[in-house]
């Protein structure tokens, strides 16, 4: 699956993608708004962007669980190595260290993922903050080629501005056209 980025100028030009997606077989769960109007969406009954496509907290998480096992397994090696307490511990303990480092880097992972911008769509803040709409549109191979006829044939106005192989990807590149 396939996230294709459009740029639409306006809350009822979002509305007409949204109306032209559905008749053309995509599903309101493959289109996500993000816009600093969430009211405007919502009365006008686009589905709009979640927190996983706002927030950078999957890929916080992700990153966070990563630093804190590889930092629980560097400490754990210097425990067995040093024996710190003078005798060995039990492999129970090192593993409590490991689950616990890990969940730890997780969590903190977790509230910088919160409080920051997800890096995929930081490309395009400027012009959401000027009032325009990002338009996500997850397409299956199949539909991918229809959404872009459709967009390019109804909606010339919304410019196709990135593709990403998929959204929720923490580390997938995304390709801005």
């Known amino acids: 699956m396939k996230c294709l980025y459009y740029l639409s100028?306006?809350?009822?030009?979002?509305?007409?993608?949204s109306d032209d997606l559905h008749e053309a077989g995509i599903l309101d769960w493959y289109i996500h708004v993000i816009s600093k109007d969430e009211t405007g969406l919502s009365q006008k009954h686009i589905h709009s962007s979640n927190y996983l496509e706002t927030l950078d907290l999957f890929r916080g998480t992700t990153i966070g669980g990563i630093i804190g096992f590889v930092?629980?397994?560097?400490?754990?090696?210097?425990a067995i190595k040093t024996e710190?307490?003078?005798?060995?511990?039990?492999?129970?303990?090192?593993?409590?260290?490991?689950a616990f480092l890990t969940l730890f880097g997780i969590w903190e992972g977790g509230l910088y993922g919160i409080d920051s911008e997800n890096?995929?769509?930081?490309?395009f803040q400027k012009?959401?903050?000027a009032g325009k709409y990002l338009v996500l549109v997850y397409a299956a191979k199949d539909d991918e080629k229809k959404v872009r006829l459709m967009m390019e044939d109804k909606h010339p106005e919304s410019k196709l501005v990135a593709t990403d192989r998929h959204f929720v990807n923490p580390f997938s590149k995304l390709k801005v056209v």
Do not use: C, H
């Open 127 to 129: 012009e959401i903050n």
């Open 71 to 78: 930092v629980s397994m560097l400490i754990v090696a210097i």
């Open 84 to 98: 710190p307490f003078g005798f060995p511990l039990s492999n129970t303990i090192y593993f409590l260290m490991v």
């Open 119 to 123: 890096k995929k769509i930081q490309p």
């Open 9 to 17: 100028p306006s809350l009822d030009m979002s509305k007409r993608i």
